[in-house]
């Protein structure tokens, strides 16, 4: 099993930037990859970007290309999101994801979830 905690969301003006930050806890050896998604009131969870055990980016949302970065620190087994430039759109709970099979990322099914943090861009 794997645990996945976020922090980092908040209350931001428009332009404004943010950290998330997801740490890993359990059998983190058994993880392929990780993933950030996102899911604002209403609609349905989006992915943002996918990152593979290797330490390669695979994907990001073209809607966040340039403005997000998907990196990690190894030592603490911790993700990061840093958004940068933020928007009003980019409003929405965010949750980080990790997965055994790469697949699963893409298919929106990864094996584990973290709950969840808000992050709120005011105009």
């Known amino acids: 099993q794997v645990q996945l905690v976020e922090s980092g969301g908040g209350l931001v003006q428009a332009g404004g930037s943010l950290k998330l930050s997801c740490a890993a806890s359990g059998v983190t050896l058994s993880i392929d990859s990780m993933g950030w998604y996102r899911q604002a009131p209403g609609q349905e969870r989006e992915a943002i970007s996918y990152?593979?055990?290797?330490?390669?980016?695979?994907y990001y949302k073209d809607s966040v290309q340039g403005r997000f970065t998907f990196s990690r620190d190894n030592a603490k087994n911790t993700v990061f999101l840093q958004m940068n430039s933020l928007k009003p759109e980019d409003t929405a709970v965010y949750f980080c994801?990790?997965?055994?099979?790469?697949?699963?990322?893409?298919?929106?099914?990864?094996?584990?979830w973290g709950q969840g943090t808000q992050v709120t861009v005011s105009s």
């Open positions: 990152m593979l055990r290797s330490g390669t980016v695979t």
């Open positions: 994801a990790a997965t055994q099979v790469y697949g699963n990322l893409i298919r929106g099914t990864p094996d584990y």
